[in-house]
């Protein structure tokens, strides 16, 4: 079939493989199960001193390590090589095999494989030990591997090189939005048949000691330090994000293709729009708007209207003025109240450049399960946000579209709509 241009009809996008490391464990039904009962999984952080630190508190990676599964990841993590990565390309390579190996794929062309990697902060696991080291000892003391392990492309790189594949490896820095467009950019790539096979996804390592003082100087985080309810999206007593860690990947092949070779299709992706905010390096627009565009352009680019869509995954910081913006947004494209509304960063942490890979996981499974989350730590919404934000049970819903939203500091907007398959 071919449109009028003579160019290919766009073909639908299909999810046929998807992968996790988070700290709801390192399986898709493990983080299912955790954003399902709707509990923080938020802690004390105990892996460094932070006596000084205004946040002491996080949700790191559970699972990595031998748990006595068989896991897709254990033999090359296992590997000198791998155990030389900073922790966020080891869990973006994790990630990445285990949906490669969720896909069921056959060989294929090398040449027409592509992999797109959102990431925001890179190697600061490395760079703040190096940073140390240097201290100690000056220049001598700093590894010569350094620069290949704080590079923000490890991660793709390293992908690329334990599956062979020599399409692009590409590598998204949006902040926030970095997952997301990670993925958006992959779906585009396999409509425009720039490649056959596509891995795309997003992968952060940030619970360090500079980071989390970054982060907490910034007023971005909460400074509450009962963990288990520090994080409360959309709540009128929220004060700001948990910071979290892990990855987020999944296998995008065009629909005709999977269903060629017989695949499980998890679900499709059906459109992505991006937008910035040209406001202000951190907050959001007040209004909402240029968030809103984000949705409604997702919504055009996948043939749908707002009424189409069951329900959306909020980017939902819990931070005050990011979570009154996108509440707005919301509003704007949907009517006030107009459909079920979660966050999933109440119960996993906020993973900043995996955060919007591993969100569309769970629109994803929230989808296919007909059921939308609880927003953890959520009692009272704001009375000035006219959102339904669903707390303290799943709520069951038709089989039907879902959004997904993911906002950077810089004002980047991006929002993803998947639909069954």
Request: proline residues 6%; charged residues 15%.
């Amino acid at each position: 079939m071919r449109t009028p241009a003579g160019r290919p009809a766009r073909s639908d996008v299909a999810i046929s493989g998807m992968g996790v490391v988070t700290p709801a464990g390192c399986t898709t039904e493990e983080l299912w199960t955790a954003v399902s009962a709707g509990r923080s999984l938020a802690a004390d952080l105990t892996h460094f001193d932070v006596a000084q630190h205004r946040i002491r508190i996080g949700c790191r990676v559970r699972g990595l390590t031998d748990d006595g599964r068989d896991h897709p990841w254990q033999r090359v993590l296992a590997s000198k090589d791998a155990q030389r990565l900073d922790p966020f390309a080891r869990y973006g390579l994790a990630a990445a095999l285990a949906a490669h190996a969720d896909a069921g794929l056959p060989e294929a062309s090398a040449a027409r494989c592509a992999i797109v990697v959102g990431n925001a902060v890179g190697g600061r696991t490395t760079s703040d030990q190096e940073s140390v080291n240097f201290a100690a000892r000056g220049p001598q003391g700093v590894r010569p591997l350094m620069p290949l392990m704080t590079m923000p492309n490890a991660a793709a790189a390293q992908i690329a090189l334990q599956l062979g594949w020599h399409g692009p490896a590409l590598t998204v820095s949006t902040t926030c939005a970095s997952g997301a467009d990670a993925i958006g950019l992959g779906a585009a790539m396999l409509r425009d048949h720039r490649a056959d096979l596509v891995i795309a996804g997003g992968c952060e390592a940030t619970l360090t000691p500079i980071t989390l003082a970054g982060f907490g100087n910034l007023n971005a985080a909460s400074t509450r330090t009962d963990a288990a309810t520090a994080c409360r999206p959309f709540d009128e007593s929220r004060d700001g994000f948990v910071m979290g860690e892990g990855a987020a990947f999944v296998v995008l092949e065009r629909a005709e293709d999977a269903r060629a070779r017989g695949a499980r299709l998890h679900g499709l992706v059906a459109g992505h729009a991006a937008t910035s905010d040209a406001y202000h390096l951190s907050a959001p627009h007040p209004d909402g708007a240029f968030a809103a565009d984000a949705m409604s352009g997702a919504l055009t680019d996948a043939g749908l209207t707002p009424a189409d869509i069951a329900h959306v995954n909020a980017h939902g910081t819990a931070t005050v003025h990011n979570d009154r913006a996108e509440a707005a947004a919301l509003a704007k494209v949907f009517g006030p109240y107009g459909l079920p509304v979660t966050a999933s960063k109440g119960v996993i942490g906020h993973l900043i450049g995996a955060a919007g890979a591993v969100e569309l996981v769970v629109a994803v499974l929230s989808m296919n399960a007909g059921a939308v989350p609880p927003t953890a730590n959520h009692t009272r919404t704001e009375p000035e946000m006219e959102i339904d934000v669903v707390h303290g049970a799943p709520r069951p819903v038709a089989l039907g579209p879902a959004l997904t939203n993911s906002f950077g500091f810089g004002g980047h907007n991006s929002s993803l709509v998947v639909t069954p398959a």
